[in-house]
């Protein structure tokens, strides 16, 4: 019987020096919006981190709170006082005993009702009435949330833990008026590594050795990366599946594939961790744990046999890029907290969930949905929202314009009106 010849061998030092020679060579042409302007607050509220409960937090920020039958939990509609967009609002898992922090640990009636309600979000938006209304023809929609247990810095699910949807909407004076650059354009270090992650490509090499073979529900497919296609057509960086419509946010098959995303997430970065450190456990805060050497790494991520030889040689790039922090060094972060969002690692498994289409609203409301998925090392932004034709945007909550009273208006009839057709549906 023959055997299968061996894979070439991975020399354990890699040709990288920094987080940036790992960007795939055509990602620095990708266009980009480092302030992509959201309207704020004449004088918002203090920025916190919500370690309590939900009502004490947001307070007169809640709306609405709807009951999911036959449990605890429920799902407070919030004004965010931190917009995203003139046509936003945030559906929140409401719980405090028990956090419900991502899809994983959510009940399959609460993930079902924060979907319907994402559907019934596009549904509205796309529906003649409110396009007339609010004047959305040539709007964006995104719909997103994140998942990151780190609490030490800065990240994409840092104001609360709990499990909370974006429902975006970007009127077309926004996205006409944006002027994406070149990623190699953003100067600022931190700016670019949160726009596009340097580990986001890499991630998804990882996500989809991982996902090779699984089935998939009927009419979804995954994208093999491409960055050239995502310029063109204006789709986001990173794992991206191309749905059969919006309406499949409301099956039994979108949360099975969700949870089946997030499972194959943890147990992918679990095995990745456990091959450049030793450990399986997400680190205590202001900890991170020390790195193997660079042999050992090579020997432990050769030994998975579901990782490909470019990914794992993707990976040991990592590996010599990445530095063992000191305590002193970690102490001097702590007191620096937004130093440590450009030279600190996140917590643990960091990604960003997001439904999406590059159709403006009034064009093909129910075909051309997307869902995909961002992963994070240094980022602390959780959506990079490809808007107004950049592949990611950091959205520009301090320099924006102040909302003036007519669009505060306008804001609070659109919101209303959503959450009064989400009850009659």
């Not at 440590?340 to 643990?348: E, F, H, K, Q, V």
């Not at 314009?401 to 804001?411: E, F, G, N, S, Y």
């Given at each position: 019987?023959?055997?299968?010849?061996?894979p070439?061998r991975v020399?354990?030092?890699?040709h990288?020096?920094?987080?940036?020679?790992?960007?795939?060579?055509?990602?620095?042409?990708?266009p980009v919006?480092?302030?992509?302007?959201?309207?704020?607050?004449?004088?918002?509220?203090?920025?916190l981190?919500n370690?309590?409960g939900?009502?004490e937090?947001y307070?007169?920020?809640i709306?609405?709170e709807?009951?999911?039958?036959?449990h605890?939990?429920r799902?407070?509609?919030?004004d965010?006082?931190f917009?995203?967009?003139l046509?936003?609002?945030?559906?929140?898992?409401a719980r405090?005993?028990?956090?419900?922090?991502?899809?994983?640990?959510?009940?399959?009636?609460v993930?079902?009702?924060?979907?319907?309600?994402a559907?019934a979000?596009?549904?509205?938006?796309?529906?003649?009435?409110?396009?007339?209304r609010?004047?959305?023809?040539?709007a964006?929609?995104g719909?997103?949330?994140?998942?990151?247990p780190?609490?030490?810095?800065?990240?994409?699910?840092?104001?609360?833990?709990?499990l909370?949807?974006?429902?975006?909407c970007?009127?077309?004076?926004?996205?006409?008026t944006?002027?994406p650059?070149?990623?190699?354009?953003?100067?600022?270090v931190t700016?670019?590594?949160?726009?596009?992650d340097?580990?986001?490509?890499l991630a998804?090499?990882?996500?989809?050795?991982?996902l090779?073979?699984?089935?998939?529900p009927?009419g979804?497919?995954?994208l093999?990366?491409?960055?050239?296609?995502?310029?063109a057509?204006?789709?986001?960086?990173?794992?991206?599946?191309?749905?059969?419509g919006?309406?499949?946010?409301?099956?039994a098959?979108c949360?099975?594939?969700?949870?089946?995303?997030?499972?194959?997430?943890?147990?992918a970065h679990?095995?990745?961790?456990?091959?450049?450190t030793?450990?399986?456990?997400?680190?205590?805060p202001?900890q991170?744990?020390a790195l193997?050497?660079p042999?050992?790494?090579?020997?432990?991520?050769?030994?998975?046999?579901?990782?490909?030889?470019?990914?794992?040689?993707?990976?040991?790039?990592?590996?010599?890029?990445?530095k063992?922090?000191t305590p002193?060094?970690?102490?001097?972060?702590?007191?620096?907290r937004?130093?440590a969002?450009?030279c600190?690692?996140?917590g643990?498994?960091?990604?960003?969930t997001a439904?999406?289409?590059?159709?403006?609203?009034g064009?093909?409301?129910?075909g051309?949905w997307?869902?995909?998925?961002?992963?994070?090392l240094v980022?602390?932004?959780?959506?990079?929202?490809?808007?107004?034709?950049?592949v990611?945007?950091v959205?520009?909550?301090?320099?924006?314009?102040?909302?003036?009273?007519?669009?505060?208006?306008r804001r609070t009839?659109?919101q209303n009106?959503?959450l009064?057709?989400?009850?009659?549906?």
């Amino acid at each position: 019987m023959a055997t299968a010849p061996a894979p070439p061998r991975v020399p354990a030092q890699a040709h990288a020096r920094t987080l940036d020679d790992l960007y795939p060579a055509a990602a620095w042409d990708l266009p980009v919006n480092p302030a992509l302007p959201a309207p704020r607050l004449p004088e918002p509220p203090e920025e916190l981190t919500n370690p309590g409960g939900y009502r004490e937090h947001y307070g007169p920020f809640i709306l609405r709170e709807l009951p999911v039958a036959g449990h605890v939990e429920r799902l407070a509609a919030i004004d965010k006082a931190f917009p995203h967009s003139l046509y936003d609002l945030m559906l929140l898992v409401a719980r405090d005993d028990i956090l419900r922090t991502h899809v994983g640990n959510t009940p399959d009636a609460v993930l079902a009702a924060l979907l319907h309600a994402a559907h019934a979000f596009t549904e509205f938006t796309e529906s003649p009435t409110a396009v007339r209304r609010f004047a959305l023809a040539g709007a964006r929609l995104g719909i997103g949330w994140n998942s990151d247990p780190t609490i030490d810095r800065d990240n994409g699910q840092w104001w609360d833990k709990r499990l909370h949807l974006h429902l975006n909407c970007w009127p077309a004076t926004v996205c006409t008026t944006a002027r994406p650059v070149p990623l190699a354009a953003i100067g600022d270090v931190t700016t670019r590594r949160s726009l596009v992650d340097p580990i986001a490509h890499l991630a998804h090499q990882v996500m989809a050795d991982a996902l090779h073979g699984a089935p998939l529900p009927p009419g979804c497919h995954m994208l093999v990366p491409d960055l050239l296609r995502d310029a063109a057509l204006g789709l986001p960086v990173g794992l991206k599946f191309r749905l059969p419509g919006r309406t499949f946010l409301t099956t039994a098959g979108c949360r099975v594939l969700l949870r089946a995303l997030h499972a194959t997430a943890e147990t992918a970065h679990r095995a990745v961790l456990t091959a450049f450190t030793g450990h399986t456990d997400a680190p205590t805060p202001w900890q991170r744990p020390a790195l193997l050497p660079p042999d050992t790494v090579r020997d432990n991520l050769t030994a998975l046999p579901w990782l490909s030889h470019p990914t794992v040689t993707g990976l040991l790039r990592l590996r010599a890029v990445l530095k063992d922090v000191t305590p002193a060094q970690l102490r001097l972060l702590a007191e620096r907290r937004w130093t440590a969002n450009r030279c600190l690692t996140l917590g643990g498994l960091s990604y960003n969930t997001a439904f999406f289409t590059p159709r403006p609203v009034g064009t093909n409301g129910e075909g051309d949905w997307y869902l995909g998925m961002q992963f994070k090392l240094v980022s602390y932004i959780g959506s990079s929202p490809a808007v107004g034709g950049a592949v990611a945007s950091v959205i520009d909550r301090a320099g924006g314009p102040v909302m003036t009273p007519d669009d505060r208006a306008r804001r609070t009839d659109f919101q209303n009106s959503f959450l009064d057709h989400l009850a009659a549906a």
